[in-house]
């Protein structure tokens, strides 16, 4: 442990490791993994995840063992949350055995999956074999506090039991029920474009899908509430602690990073089905519409139900007064390589 502090020293090597998720959409069509280890130095420090479980044990040899300072996560972001929560677990285990704070490792997070957000809030750009191909050019015999980086902060997701998981973008039931449907059109952007269509056509035309499924638009029967500001009623809620943009330039929903600590957060308080089919391309867009609140330097948020984290669905009962979610700014800042 004390060689991964050294080589978290400004005046250190840059070590680069990397964690692929062998199933991630671009890395498996392009065989990604086998490619990216030739361009690293140490193909000792290259790993390949077969399931989150998996994360923990990698991370631990990486930093303590390989004593790696930049760690390239190589998947979506699904692959990317998973690797951020296990990284923090790894160094507060660390911290408790030293006595004294051990920091997180920088990331440079290459668009190997199907949804690629993450990513791209620290603009990459392009392969992840283009990426690493960039990286290194900066990185050849550089040191690691000379790296550029983009700090941002990450939201605690807390259950009633105390668990607690990390992640940049939270969205509340509907947006759960919205990536399930999304992923019956295909993912990427193809997939979540159609969804959409499907949505107002289906809603226009009242045709089979919509009668099937609209009952996955209900609003909530649990209140949402901001900073102590009660809403009785509302439709789904956004909180995020990054830019999200879907597609850049194009599609920006929000479009600045919070204060660590802190969250942004969009909220469609309107409960009409046909409002909030209406209102798509205007939440998209970030542009103000009627019935939805758009909050900045959020502290605290009190909502119920299933959820959706970084892409990632986590399913629990919904509307239960009892199972009350509790998403707050954290105290971890993530080291993003910035390559723009």
């Known amino acids: 442990m004390l060689a991964y502090l050294a080589a978290m020293r400004g005046n250190s090597r840059v070590a680069p490791g990397l964690i692929s998720n062998p199933m991630a959409r671009t890395n498996w069509r392009s065989v990604g993994h086998a490619r990216l280890v030739q361009l690293l130095p140490d193909a000792r420090a290259c790993l390949q995840t077969p399931s989150p479980e998996a994360l923990g044990q990698a991370l631990n040899y ?29 160094v507060e285990a660390a911290s408790q055995v030293l006595g004294k704070p051990v920091p997180l490792p920088r990331f440079l997070l290459v668009r190997g999956g199907g949804m690629n957000m993450l990513a791209r809030v620290f603009e990459t750009r392009g392969h992840p074999v283009r990426t690493i191909e960039r990286f290194n050019k900066r990185a050849r015999g550089a040191r690691v506090g000379t790296l550029p980086i983009k700090k941002l902060p990450l939201l605690s997701v807390r259950e009633p039991d105390g668990s607690e998981r990390l992640g940049y973008i939270f969205g509340s039931e509907l947006v759960f029920n919205a990536m399930t449907m999304y992923e019956r059109f295909g993912q990427g952007y193809p ?18 899908l919509w009668d099937r499924y609209q009952h996955l638009l209900d609003p909530p029967a649990t209140p949402l509430v901001i900073d102590g500001e009660v809403h009785p009623s509302y439709t789904s809620l956004v909180a995020t602690t990054v830019p999200l943009q879907l597609v850049k330039g194009v599609v920006a929903t929000v479009r ?3 204060a660590p600590g802190r969250m942004n957060a969009v909220a469609v308080l309107t409960t009409d089905k046909g409002e909030v089919i209406r209102r798509i391309p ?13 909050r900045r330097d959020v502290a605290d948020i009190s909502v119920h139900g299933p959820y959706l984290l970084d892409g990632e669905r986590v399913d629990r009962p919904a509307g239960n007064p009892t199972g009350e979610l509790r998403v707050r700014g954290s105290r971890w800042v993530v080291d993003g390589i910035w390559l723009a």
């Open 191 to 208: 997939g979540l474009a159609r969804f959409l269509w499907e949505v107002a056509r289906g809603y226009l035309f009242k045709t089979e």
């Open 282 to 294: 205007q939440l998209m867009l970030g542009a103000q519409a009627k019935g939805v609140a758009y």
């Open 62 to 90: 990486l930093l303590f063992e390989r004593h790696t300072n930049v760690v390239v996560v190589n998947g979506g972001d699904g692959t990317i949350h998973h690797t951020l929560n296990a990284a923090v677990r790894v």
């Open 256 to 258: 600045e990073s919070s």
